[in-house]
């Protein structure tokens, strides 16, 4: 930040402040949220988290039902007590605070002695960083990829911030700092397991610091701790939860090291996005910019990350060519930051390329990729004025190549975040719905009567004719039912009901079906009928 009494400090600290309320108002423009995952898990998980129903319902959500809930619960409490457009403005404004992040990692990273013209950098690569079009896409939704961004950055700043205390201060005081900076990212991780690529990506570049090598390490290691403790303090619970409950901390993931006998002894890994070959491998970036679907279920484009993997590793050959000792009194990047920041995003790329490959979790790296391209720029043996241009001119490339992607928005604003039309149900006292199928649609289940029990026999996790072990508890819960029941589906799936109702002697009515109307995702309407018992020999 400027000093005090400096002009720009006001500039600076309206960057900081009303910059996420502009975000607030993006996500007023952009649209209501209406994504696949909201009506899925993400609005269905709080509901159940808060009114226990994870004692009561059986993978309503599919999936994502054993996922920790504990990051859906802020925007499910506001909600369900403001109108829509209230709540999608305040949850536009808290992501914006990745702004004022990325703004703040910006000044730090930039040498620019006008400190004016360092404000009005800072803030146009924040603002460039934010409207990536993957970033464009997560505005005013609640997928949380640009939430646990925000421990992501803090972590990062702190590291930075307080560099010069981590190496000369006491060993056993670094490693405290070291711990107490690991738990923002740790913290977000616990609460979506994905970010582990940022923890890894922030805790190896500790290596890029300038100190002693031992020290180095000492402080890895302190962070390291201090990721471990965000993750247990924000996922220690739901850990507790899914071992009492299904016999693995993580279920199902990592099964075949944790072994419940309720799934598959595998990883139970989403890889259907990882690269297979080692030409995807080696030209990732080239192959997602030409083919967003490669990365994800939409469709985007942005430049970015292609300009970054070509001019990183360019800069940094060329620079160690060059001699690195060559200091230059022109260079724009901070010596103590600009090797951190280009370290961890160089370790969290690789971390994503090898997990996960979906590009919404990479998104932290969308932000950061404008500040890096300057930084890698500047790596080059090249006149400074030739760097500025060169900057100038890749930077307004990428901007013109940006297109928001669209996770699926509702046309207009409902009154509420969701709305549905329940039909009359009768005595609901002793009644289960059951789901079927695989479309998303238990967002609508807060809006039934809290009496009614909800169990899904057939999902993207489990199909009755798995031999998998968590079936045995749907049998049972469906068996030992003894009051009415209904399934709910989507018109197009009654053929999948079928199959698996058969497997439960359970026969539908569908000709004295009733309409569940889903006025957020009206496309999305459900048939609800009776379904009786089959009578066997």
Request: glycine fraction near 8%; proline fraction near 6%; include cysteine.
């Amino acid at each position: 930040m400027p000093p005090r009494g400096h002009r720009a400090r006001k500039l600076a600290l309206f960057f900081l402040f009303a910059m996420p309320f502009f975000f607030g108002v993006l996500a007023l423009w952009l649209g209501q949220d209406a994504n696949w995952d909201l009506r899925n898990y993400h609005w269905y998980n709080a509901y159940a988290f808060l009114n226990g129903r994870y004692d009561v319902d059986l993978l309503p959500s599919q999936t994502p039902w054993f996922y920790n809930p504990t990051l859906d619960v802020p925007y499910y409490l506001l909600a369900t007590h403001v109108p829509a457009r209230v709540a999608a403005f305040i949850l536009g404004a808290v992501q914006g605070i990745n702004y004022s992040l990325l703004f703040m990692l910006c000044y730090a990273a930039l040498v620019i002695n006008n400190t004016r013209q360092k404000v009005i950098v800072s803030a146009v690569l924040a603002l460039m960083g934010m409207l990536g079009g993957g970033g464009i896409a997560l505005i005013g939704t609640n997928f949380g990829d640009n939430i646990t961004s925000l421990g992501v950055f803090t972590s990062a700043l702190l590291l930075l911030r307080y560099q010069g205390q981590l190496f000369s201060t006491a060993w056993w005081r670094a490693i405290l700092l070291a711990l107490l900076f690991g738990l923002p990212a740790g913290a977000m991780m616990g609460l979506k397991l994905p970010s582990v690529t940022f923890c890894v990506g922030l805790c190896g570049a500790i290596v890029a610091m300038r100190g002693p090598l031992m020290r180095r390490v000492l402080i890895a290691f302190g962070f390291g701790l201090g990721v471990l403790a965000g993750v247990a303090l924000a996922l220690g619970h739901w850990a507790h939860f899914l071992q009492t409950h299904f016999g693995s901390p993580l279920f199902p993931y990592f099964n075949q090291i944790f072994k419940s006998p309720l799934a598959p002894l595998s990883s139970a890994r989403d890889t259907q996005f990882v690269t297979r070959s080692l030409h995807d491998f080696l030209l990732f970036p080239w192959v997602f910019t030409d083919s967003p679907y490669r990365v994800g279920e939409i469709e985007w484009r942005d430049w970015r990350l292609l300009a970054l993997y070509i001019l990183l590793p360019l800069g940094v050959i060329l620079r160690l060519i060059f001699g690195k000792d060559r200091a230059r009194a022109d260079g724009v990047g901070q010596a103590a930051v600009a090797p951190y920041l280009m370290t961890m995003v160089a370790i969290s790329y690789f971390v994503w390329l090898v997990m996960f490959c979906v590009y919404r979790y990479a998104v932290p790296l969308e932000m950061l990729a404008p500040l890096l391209i300057v930084l890698a720029i500047d790596l080059l043996p090249l006149r400074i004025a030739t760097r500025q241009v060169a900057s100038l001119f890749i930077l307004g490339i990428i901007a013109c190549s940006i297109q928001g992607g669209n996770w699926g928005r509702h046309q207009g604003w409902l009154d509420h975040a969701v709305e549905a039309d329940i039909p009359p149900l009768g005595n609901t006292s002793n009644l289960m719905v059951l789901m079927a199928g695989f479309d998303p649609f238990s967002h609508v289940i807060p809006l039934f009567p809290p009496d009614v029990t909800f169990v899904r026999i057939q999902s993207n996790f489990s199909s009755p004719d798995e031999n998998k072990g968590i079936n045995r508890l749907i049998h049972d819960k469906v068996d030992s039912h003894k009051g009415r029941l209904m399934i709910m589906v989507t018109p197009w799936q009654h053929h999948f009901a079928d199959d698996a109702l058969s497997y439960f002697n359970l026969r539908p009515s569908w000709r004295a079906c009733q309409k569940v109307l889903d006025r957020l995702y009206p496309s999305g309407n459900l048939d609800l009928c009776p379904v009786e018992r089959v009578r066997t020999p």
